[in-house]
């Protein structure tokens, strides 16, 4: 079955930088794009980015732009974030989600990991 | 960007009552609507896709509806374990996808 595992969560200053990774298995890799979904706490999901199955096409959402970096490996089957110039607002559950079919609802999605920005 | 708008934002039910979500978006999104449960702690799990086809192993007890802008998701007899946020997300206009602020369903 689908396995998609995050890591790479934790306590960060502002203004400081963290990658996140998501593992991913049960399913061909390289033929689907694959997003970040976050959501602070209490709140509501918010899309952060995505990137299509070659790696040639992304998107992010305007609150990320020019500070988030999506990237992906398939030889190892992992997408990454990239996140720089963290904010206090940055602070959420980050998810990574594969679509059912491309550019379509998210049929699977890991259990996320925690990113908290705090001085 | 599409803006999706929930109502209620929090519905209280009693079990085997039915209840009835609502999701508003900004402009039209044709079918391109899917709708998600999330209950603490826990990812989201997707319900109900091109706004009326149940996701698989998705409880014949949830049905959704609608096209263009208005949606209804219906849960016709409510469970224990169905009581939990209920987000919608449109997929028709891209990127960004957008999702709706979420419904909370409590049991009454």
């Known amino acids: 079955q689908v396995q998609l595992v995050e890591s790479g969560g934790g306590v960060v200053q502002p203004g400081r930088s963290l990658r996140l990774s998501c593992a991913a298995s049960?399913?061909?890799?390289?033929?689907?794009?694959v997003h970040w979904v976050r959501q602070a706490p209490g709140k509501g999901l918010e899309w952060v980015a995505a990137?299509?199955?070659?790696?040639?096409?992304?998107y992010y959402a305007d609150s990320v732009k020019g500070r988030f970096t999506i990237s992906r490996d398939n030889s190892k089957s992992t997408l990454f974030l990239h996140m720089n110039s963290l904010r206090a607002e940055d602070t959420a559950v980050y998810y990574c989600?594969?679509?059912?079919?491309?550019?379509?609802?998210?049929?699977?999605w890991g259990r996320g990991t925690l990113v908290a920005v705090s001085s | 960007e599409i803006v999706m708008t929930q109502s209620p934002a929090t519905l209280s039910v009693s079990p085997g009552e039915r209840a009835t979500l609502s999701c508003r978006a900004s402009?039209?999104?044709?079918?391109?609507l899917a709708w998600y449960q999330q209950k603490p702690g826990q990812a989201p799990r997707l319900l109900i896709y091109?706004?009326?086809t149940r996701a698989t192993g998705i409880p014949a007890r949830f049905s959704g509806s609608g096209s263009g802008t208005e949606f209804t998701l219906t849960i016709s007899s409510l469970q224990s374990e169905d009581f939990a946020v209920y987000f919608c997300?449109?997929?028709?206009?891209?990127?960004?996808?957008?999702f709706g602020q979420g419904t909370k369903v409590e049991i009454k």
């Open positions: 989600a594969k679509p059912r079919t491309a550019g379509t609802s998210f049929d699977s």
């Open positions: 049960g399913f061909t890799f390289t033929t689907y794009g």
């Open positions: 990137i299509s199955p070659d790696g040639t096409n992304i």
């Open positions: 402009q039209s999104v044709s079918s391109s």
């Open positions: 091109g706004a009326s």
């Open positions: 997300q449109q997929y028709g206009n891209w990127p960004p996808w957008t």
